[in-house]
């Protein structure tokens, strides 16, 4: 799927077989303009159902907004309707000031550890996205990396935790680039994630390790050089060790 079609999807989703919605996940993990673009349609989502709340929503209206964004329609004197006045128009103030926010270059949202980890949970569980090489294939990553990416991306020692270097793929944090790096421990799967440390906007001590707080995960946060790693598991794994 290309930015084309992930537009299209965007807009017809709720219509949308469950093989083209794999496709649009795929390529929006890959595509940090349409990671953008579908978190901004998230929010205006949520916006528009927060914040009507004196009126029924009219059947419809989320696409139809949707829609909208890619319209040029002729100047109208006809009168808003009562539900607008009462709770659309408020609703999509604050999405357009969502989509803002997003599209802003100067903002950063990679502003907490809870905020990271979020997004690094949210990749770990996304068992539909295959590898896009294993380690058979490519054993040192890094050049694979460096071509996409545009950054070094050094596979963190993790033998001494018994984990197993598997493959990898592109991936996002965020609105930000990320090598994940998947890992075998005993049969259970580890995700590792790593990206420039000048990504997060909260100071971090270099080589310290955070733990995040997570329900039935594992969450570790540490700084090595100029990048930061984030190794996520699920909690039967057992706790981390430090490295």
């Given amino acids: 799927m290309d930015c084309q079609g992930f537009k299209k999807?965007?807009?017809?989703?709720?219509?949308?077989d469950a093989q083209t919605s794999r496709q649009a996940r795929a390529h929006r993990e890959d595509c940090t303009p349409c990671e953008r673009l579908y978190v901004a349609d998230e929010g205006l989502e949520q916006a528009l159902a927060s914040g009507i709340r004196t009126a029924k929503t009219p059947v419809g209206m989320a696409q139809r907004a949707r829609a909208l964004a890619g319209e040029q329609t002729e100047p109208t004197t006809t009168a808003r309707p009562t539900w607008f006045r009462m709770g659309l128009a408020p609703a999509l103030a604050l999405g357009l000031a969502l989509v803002f926010v997003v599209w802003n270059p100067f903002a950063n949202p990679l502003t907490s550890l809870e905020v990271i980890g979020n997004?690094?949970?949210a990749n770990h569980n996304r068992a539909d996205v295959a590898m896009a090489f294993t380690a058979d294939d490519i054993p040192d990553p890094q050049d694979w990396f460096f071509e996409r990416l545009k950054f070094n991306v050094?596979?963190?020692?993790?033998?001494?935790r018994g984990l197993i270097f598997k493959g990898g793929r592109e991936c996002t944090i965020g609105p930000k680039k990320a090598a994940y790096l998947y890992y075998d421990d005993s049969g259970k799967?580890?995700?590792?994630?790593?990206?420039?440390a000048r990504h997060v906007s909260i100071p971090l001590q270099a080589d310290r390790h955070y733990l995040?707080?997570?329900p039935r995960y594992s969450v570790e946060l540490w700084k090595t050089g100029t990048m930061v790693c984030i190794l996520v598991q699920d909690r039967d794994t057992g706790?981390?060790?430090?490295?």
Avoid: E, N
């Fill in 239 to 243: 706790a981390p060790s430090k490295i």
């Fill in 212 to 214: 995040i707080d997570a």
């Fill in 9 to 16: 999807w965007l807009s017809t989703r709720d219509g949308c």
């Fill in 189 to 196: 799967h580890v995700s590792v994630f790593v990206f420039p």
């Fill in 154 to 160: 050094m596979l963190p020692d993790l033998h001494q």
């Fill in 119 to 121: 997004y690094a949970l």
